[in-house]
Every structure is written in structure tokens, then in C-alpha cells.
């Protein structure tokens, strides 16, 4: 049997990687759809109501499955780390309860209008029900965030001693809700959400064009594809450059305020000064990709770049290295991760800069490079977002609320080995179900393609209205 606090990091983990899938698709699909709806009931191509109804049908199985992995999530706060809800429940659960409150009740109020309700109500209650679903998809996220941010750069608060042990208690919230870390984590993750899901869409774009235009494969709804991939590429220039000037500025912002997680992302173990940035590093041994010390590894790096990272500016500032901590994090997990996420955010500025130039040159429906290139990008955006979760999370360790509780700390005290390892196997086996069930729908949608025909409102025979009558709104 597992260790109960490993099984329980285990656990969380897991069904975290999982359930991130699922807002990310939602909190990314909600901008796109608040502007199909608004392109339609402005009286724009009948493409833009075959956008809207397809992608309606995505958001709404991910919206689902979402809630439910999501529910589970703050249940494992009690049952494997009831020490950690004891010791900044009061503060913690705020956010999560606001989070219920507002974003859940606001989503789920309007989602069934915008889902079930264009032959029912008129356009502006219908635009509004789609703005109102994406502000409770994004608000969701604030309030999440808001609780994740504070346990990185708790702030806010102050221990006072109940039944025997420290306990955090609130003290001024503005200061811990808005904590320095917040701003931050909410750009970059929703700006990565947009970014995966335009590259998602901009991969299922693709795959038909290249079938059609290519492949010279007849199918049906070429417009609607050919619609689909311009949009993401519109959106993936945009949201590909911000999200590399971003994490720039994040990284500077993780210096400041958790030196040795930024250690344990450049692999720095001995403080030094003129750190140089390895844009390209590969293990040349086992033990460079098990225990990486940046010194160690072939790289190709930009001298003192991590300095002048850390700094904002200066490529002679010193980094404190990982020595100097009492205690690492897993730093193979934390400098792998961080460079994986980072070539992967390289690679979308050139995919979104290389789409848009060959759109430009009237080029783009005959690139097959291209299309291959987007086809097997399709996930890598979702992909970044774990890696990107990854390095927050485990580099902050071994703090679960950072300087405040370690993660050790936190894990309930009456749970055995043998009780954390079968729900571990038991949450593996559901979240793994769910996602393969989430899979098949969503496979499903896509080869059922867009609504055509009888189906569309645009095709259908406009009934001038009888005289006197005002029409609808």
C-alpha cells in the first residue's frame, strides 16, 4: 500500500489533470460563442448559426462533465486533506462557496436558455443568455483562482491557536482576495484557454480541409470549416504572442515571491549570477533527466537570460540557488515541465504567425504542411495547460499554503495507507471513465458535423408578419 500522503497527492493530482480538460474547453469556447451569437442575430452568414449550434453542442458536454469532476475536487478536501481544511477552511472556503453562489448559479440559470432557447425567446434575451453563460464560465475561474493564488502568496491573515494547533484566520480580505499572485494566474489561464481551444479548432479545421482541398476528398460543409479555421487562426495570433509576454512577466512576478520554485524551474541548485537560459536543453544521462542541474545539461541557452528574466532586465542579477532551501522540490517534474510549456508557447506563435501569412498570401487551403502541422496541435494547447499547472503546483512544494502549512501537514490524520491507495484506484478508474466517455461524445459531434438544412433557423421561410403584428426582437 501506499503512503497516505503520497497516495493523496497522487489522487488530487490525478483528478485534477483530468478535470482541467474541462474548463478549459468551456472557459475557451465562451468568447467564441458570445460572438457566433452576435454575428447571427446581427444577420451574418448562415455559417455563423451552424458555428454557434456545433460548438454549443462542445461547450455544453464539457460544461457537464466539468461540474461533476469538479464537485468531487473540493469533496477530497475533506476526506484526504482534512487537516489542511481545519487549518484555512475559514479563509479557503470562501471563494469556493462565492464560486457556487455566483459563477455555477448564473451558468446554470442561463445555460439552459442558450442551449434549449433560440425558437423561444427573442435575440436580445437569447445574446444576453450567451453573455451571461461565458461571464459565469470566467467568474467560476476568478473565484478558483482567487483561493489557488492565496496559497501561493498567502496574504490576509493572521494564526491564531484553536483546540491545540494554529488556525488562519481572515483578517482583511481584499488583501487575500486579491492577493499578488491572482492577476497573474488569471491572465495567463485564461488567455491559455482561448489559445487551446482556437488551436483545437484550428486542428478540426484543418482536418477537413485538408480532406477536401488536398486530399480532394468530397465533403459536405466545406464553408463551415473553412470558416472554423480562419476564426482560430485570427484568435491564435492573437492569444499566442500575449500568452509568451505574459509568462514573462508571471516569471518575474514567481522570482519575487517564490525564489526557490523559479530555482526549481532553471534547474539552479548553487547561487549564482549571469544565469544563462536554456531555450533548448536535452539530458545527455539518466541522471540529467532525473536530477537536473542546468550546469549539467547540453542546452542551448541565451547568457544570463534567466538573470535578466528574474531581474526585469539586468543578465548579471543573482539567482539564489536550490542549496540555500531547507528542502527541493521534485525539481526533474518542476524544470521538465516548465521547458516543455515553454517550447510549446514558442511553437504557437510560430504555427498562428505561419497560418495567418499563408491566409495572407491566399495560400492557406493549399498548404498540406500547414494543415499537418495544425492537425497534430489540435491538443497541445490543453497539453500546455497541464505542464503549465504542473510547474505551479508541484514547485511550490513542499508547501501547500506557502510558508504557512506543508503539504505533509495537511493530509488527514486518521487516513491509512490502504484507505488513500483504493480511493486512488477508484478515482482513477471513474475520472479515466469519464474522460473516455467525454472522448466518445465528443467524437460523436464532430463526425456528426454542423446542422445543415430544416435545422438552421436561416432556412427557414420568412413569414412577413401579419399586418399590425410587430414582429420579434
Given at each position: 500500500m501506499l503512503d497516505p500522503v503520497i497516495a493523496s497527492?497522487?489522487?488530487?493530482?490525478?483528478?485534477?489533470?483530468v478535470h482541467i480538460i474541462f474548463p478549459v474547453m468551456s472557459m475557451g469556447l465562451a468568447p467564441f460563442l458570445v460572438y457566433f451569437t452576435?454575428?447571427?442575430?446581427?444577420?451574418?452568414?448562415?455559417?455563423y448559426e451552424q458555428l454557434r449550434r456545433f460548438w454549443t453542442k462542445i461547450f455544453a458536454i464539457s460544461f457537464v462533465v466539468g461540474t461533476v469532476t469538479g464537485i468531487v475536487l473540493e469533496f477530497e478536501f475533506g476526506t484526504n486533506f482534512a487537516a489542511f481544511s481545519t487549518v484555512a477552511g475559514e479563509l479557503f472556503g470562501g471563494p469556493l462557496a462565492l464560486e457556487g453562489m455566483m459563477a455555477f448559479m448564473l451558468e446554470a440559470t442561463f445555460l439552459g436558455i442558450f442551449v434549449f432557447g433560440r425558437e423561444r425567446v427573442g435575440d436580445r434575451l437569447y445574446f444576453v443568455s450567451a453573455v451571461a453563460v461565458g461571464l459565469g464560465t470566467w467568474l467560476?475561474?476568478?473565484?478558483?483562482?482567487?483561493a489557488n493564488s492565496w496559497m501561493q502568496t498567502p496574504r490576509g491573515f493572521e494564526l491564531v491557536e484553536k483546540g491545540g494547533r494554529e488556525i488562519v484566520t481572515l483578517t482583511?480580505?481584499?488583501a487575500a482576495y486579491l492577493n499578488p499572485r491572482f492577476p497573474y494566474m488569471f491572465v495567463h489561464m485564461q488567455n491559455a484557454a482561448v489559445l487551446s481551444v482556437a488551436l483545437f479548432m484550428a486542428g478540426l479545421g484543418a482536418y477537413f480541409v485538408f480532406r477536401h482541398h488536398v486530399w480532394e476528398y468530397p465533403i459536405e460543409n466545406v464553408d463551415f470549416w473553412e470558416?472554423?479555421?480562419?476564426?482560430?487562426?485570427?484568435?491564435?495570433?492573437?492569444?499566442?504572442?500575449?500568452?509568451?509576454?505574459h509568462g514573462d512577466l508571471y516569471a518575474r512576478h514567481v522570482y519575487e515571491t517564490q525564489p526557490q520554485k523559479f530555482a526549481a524551474m532553471e534547474a539552479v541548485w548553487e547561487t549564482d549570477s549571469y544565469v544563462p537560459e536554456y531555450i533548448v536543453a536535452f539530458p545527455t544521462s539518466l541522471a540529467d533527466l532525473t536530477d537536473p542541474k542546468a550546469k549539467d545539461i547540453f542546452g542551448i541557452g541565451i547568457p544570463g537570460g534567466a538573470s535578466w528574466l528574474a531581474s526585469g532586465g539586468d543578465p548579471q542579477a543573482t539567482i539564489v540557488g536550490l542549496n540555500e532551501y531547507g528542502?527541493?522540490?521534485?525539481?526533474?517534474?518542476?524544470?521538465?515541465?516548465?521547458?516543455?510549456?515553454?517550447?510549446?508557447g514558442f511553437w504557437f506563435v510560430l504555427l498562428g504567425f505561419w497560418g495567418v501569412y499563408r491566409w495572407w498570401r491566399g495560400e492557406l487551403l493549399e498548404d498540406d504542411l500547414l494543415h499537418k502541422s495544425l492537425m497534430l496541435s489540435t491538443l497541445l494547447g490543453i497539453v500546455a495547460v497541464e505542464l503549465g499547472w504542473v510547474v505551479t503546483e508541484v514547485g511550490r512544494q513542499p508547501w501547500v499554503i506557502q510558508g504557512v502549512l506543508e503539504t505533509t501537514e495537511g493530509v488527514s490524520p486518521g487516513l491509512t495507507g490502504a484507505e488513500a491507495t483504493a480511493t486512488l484506484a477508484g478515482f482513477a478508474l471513474v475520472y479515466l471513465g469519464l474522460l473516455a466517455l467525454y472522448t466518445y461524445v465528443l467524437v460523436r459531434i464532430i463526425r456528426g458535423g454542423p446542422p445543415t438544412g430544416d435545422e438552421l433557423r436561416v432556412a427557414e421561410p420568412a413569414e412577413p408578419p401579419a399586418e399590425g403584428v410587430t414582429g420579434d426582437d
Amino acid at each position: 500500500m501506499l503512503d497516505p500522503v503520497i497516495a493523496s497527492r497522487l489522487q488530487f493530482a490525478l483528478t485534477t489533470i483530468v478535470h482541467i480538460i474541462f474548463p478549459v474547453m468551456s472557459m475557451g469556447l465562451a468568447p467564441f460563442l458570445v460572438y457566433f451569437t452576435w454575428k447571427e442575430i446581427r444577420g451574418g452568414k448562415p455559417v455563423y448559426e451552424q458555428l454557434r449550434r456545433f460548438w454549443t453542442k462542445i461547450f455544453a458536454i464539457s460544461f457537464v462533465v466539468g461540474t461533476v469532476t469538479g464537485i468531487v475536487l473540493e469533496f477530497e478536501f475533506g476526506t484526504n486533506f482534512a487537516a489542511f481544511s481545519t487549518v484555512a477552511g475559514e479563509l479557503f472556503g470562501g471563494p469556493l462557496a462565492l464560486e457556487g453562489m455566483m459563477a455555477f448559479m448564473l451558468e446554470a440559470t442561463f445555460l439552459g436558455i442558450f442551449v434549449f432557447g433560440r425558437e423561444r425567446v427573442g435575440d436580445r434575451l437569447y445574446f444576453v443568455s450567451a453573455v451571461a453563460v461565458g461571464l459565469g464560465t470566467w467568474l467560476s475561474a476568478v473565484w478558483i483562482l482567487i483561493a489557488n493564488s492565496w496559497m501561493q502568496t498567502p496574504r490576509g491573515f493572521e494564526l491564531v491557536e484553536k483546540g491545540g494547533r494554529e488556525i488562519v484566520t481572515l483578517t482583511d480580505p481584499m488583501a487575500a482576495y486579491l492577493n499578488p499572485r491572482f492577476p497573474y494566474m488569471f491572465v495567463h489561464m485564461q488567455n491559455a484557454a482561448v489559445l487551446s481551444v482556437a488551436l483545437f479548432m484550428a486542428g478540426l479545421g484543418a482536418y477537413f480541409v485538408f480532406r477536401h482541398h488536398v486530399w480532394e476528398y468530397p465533403i459536405e460543409n466545406v464553408d463551415f470549416w473553412e470558416t472554423t479555421l480562419k476564426i482560430a487562426l485570427v484568435a491564435l495570433v492573437i492569444t499566442a504572442p500575449l500568452q509568451a509576454i505574459h509568462g514573462d512577466l508571471y516569471a518575474r512576478h514567481v522570482y519575487e515571491t517564490q525564489p526557490q520554485k523559479f530555482a526549481a524551474m532553471e534547474a539552479v541548485w548553487e547561487t549564482d549570477s549571469y544565469v544563462p537560459e536554456y531555450i533548448v536543453a536535452f539530458p545527455t544521462s539518466l541522471a540529467d533527466l532525473t536530477d537536473p542541474k542546468a550546469k549539467d545539461i547540453f542546452g542551448i541557452g541565451i547568457p544570463g537570460g534567466a538573470s535578466w528574466l528574474a531581474s526585469g532586465g539586468d543578465p548579471q542579477a543573482t539567482i539564489v540557488g536550490l542549496n540555500e532551501y531547507g528542502e527541493a522540490p521534485p525539481v526533474a517534474i518542476v524544470f521538465w515541465s516548465f521547458r516543455l510549456m515553454v517550447a510549446l508557447g514558442f511553437w504557437f506563435v510560430l504555427l498562428g504567425f505561419w497560418g495567418v501569412y499563408r491566409w495572407w498570401r491566399g495560400e492557406l487551403l493549399e498548404d498540406d504542411l500547414l494543415h499537418k502541422s495544425l492537425m497534430l496541435s489540435t491538443l497541445l494547447g490543453i497539453v500546455a495547460v497541464e505542464l503549465g499547472w504542473v510547474v505551479t503546483e508541484v514547485g511550490r512544494q513542499p508547501w501547500v499554503i506557502q510558508g504557512v502549512l506543508e503539504t505533509t501537514e495537511g493530509v488527514s490524520p486518521g487516513l491509512t495507507g490502504a484507505e488513500a491507495t483504493a480511493t486512488l484506484a477508484g478515482f482513477a478508474l471513474v475520472y479515466l471513465g469519464l474522460l473516455a466517455l467525454y472522448t466518445y461524445v465528443l467524437v460523436r459531434i464532430i463526425r456528426g458535423g454542423p446542422p445543415t438544412g430544416d435545422e438552421l433557423r436561416v432556412a427557414e421561410p420568412a413569414e412577413p408578419p401579419a399586418e399590425g403584428v410587430t414582429g420579434d426582437d
